[in-house]
């Protein structure tokens, strides 16, 4: 069994900083992706930033150049640095890792409860 725990979120000022975490548990042999997806009130979940095994990255343009996804592989954990955040950057933040569990070999998508970030201006 596997879980994620996000946390980091909180309210901060237009222009300020947060990190948020996402740490894996439990039984896991290997983790290909790892992704940070948000959600705002009456708006659909959009991807915000994924990182692959090999280090690759993408961002949503509405974050590109603000916005750092990173992995720590030997704690199991993915990171999102967010700079000069804005109001429209206020939603709830959700992680999403697909993981190997042995003895099944295909990957599964495993998400968190995910973490309030508040900007306000």
């Known amino acids: 069994q596997v879980q994620l725990v996000e946390s980091g979120g909180g309210s901060v000022q237009a222009g300020g900083s947060l990190r948020l975490s996402c740490a894996a548990s439990?039984?896991?042999?290997?983790?290909?992706?790892m992704g940070w997806y948000r959600q705002a009130p009456g708006k659909q979940r959009e991807l915000v930033a994924r990182?692959?095994?090999?280090?690759?990255?993408n961002y949503a343009d509405s974050v590109k150049g603000r916005f750092t996804i990173f992995r720590d592989n030997a704690k199991n954990t993915a990171y999102l640095q967010m700079n000069s955040l804005k109001p429209e950057d206020t939603a709830v933040y959700s992680c999403?890792?697909?993981?190997?569990?042995?003895?099944?070999?295909?990957?599964?998508?495993?998400w968190g409860q995910g973490t309030q970030v508040t900007v306000s201006s």
């Open positions: 999403n890792f697909q993981i190997q569990t042995p003895p099944i070999l295909l990957f599964s998508d495993v």
């Open positions: 439990g039984s896991i042999f290997s983790i290909n992706s």
């Open positions: 990182i692959t095994s090999g280090g690759s990255t």
